[in-house]
């Protein structure tokens, strides 16, 4: 018995200290024709773009051409806030997003949603409200959000 619990404080141990190892990034760039906005008396739209794994898209002040070979798909559905009575002076939009990664693997294959404010800082945070693969995503927390050109941002969730 002294052994068995040994053996499993060991790979307690083990995932323990891994668990900074699995934070996890993701770019998200916008081609022309992602983005479909409803225009009425409130402003909605909705959006789908590639996602690439964290890294892969350099700060612009410029739009930047979006690389091949993604690795997932974002989608967005929102609701423009700015301006709003009880609105803070850097609230954008209201949003849900859903990110779809396509690993190569079972591990790294999965969705996450967040939820929550778009501001119009360079960065901000997200609600991380669901996952299907805790190595894609944890299934709760917080998200941060990274803006790297008008036309992309980087989303990074922690453990």
Not at 50 to 68: E, F, K, L, N, Q
Not at 98 to 118: C, E, K, P
Request: with cysteine; hydrophobic share 45%.
């Amino acid at each position: 018995m002294k052994k068995l619990l040994g053996y499993g404080f060991a790979a307690a141990l083990v995932l323990f200290t891994a668990l900074p190892a699995l934070a996890k990034s993701y770019d998200v760039c916008q081609n022309a024709g992602d983005l479909v906005a409803n225009v009425g008396t409130t402003i909605t739209f909705v959006a789908a773009a590639p996602v690439y794994p964290g890294g892969t898209i350099s700060s612009s002040v410029a739009d930047v051409a979006c690389p091949a070979n993604p690795i997932g798909t974002f989608f967005a559905q929102g609701t423009v806030v700015g301006g709003v009575g009880a609105s803070g002076p850097n609230d954008l939009a209201y949003v849900v997003w859903h990110f779809r990664i396509n690993g190569q693997r079972a591990f790294d294959t999965g969705a996450f949603d967040t939820s929550g404010l778009v501001e119009t800082t360079a960065m901000y945070t997200q609600t991380i409200t669901g996952s299907t693969n805790f190595f894609v995503s944890p299934p709760n927390g917080t998200a941060t959000v990274t803006n790297l050109a008008p036309n992309a941002f980087r989303i990074a969730v922690g453990f």
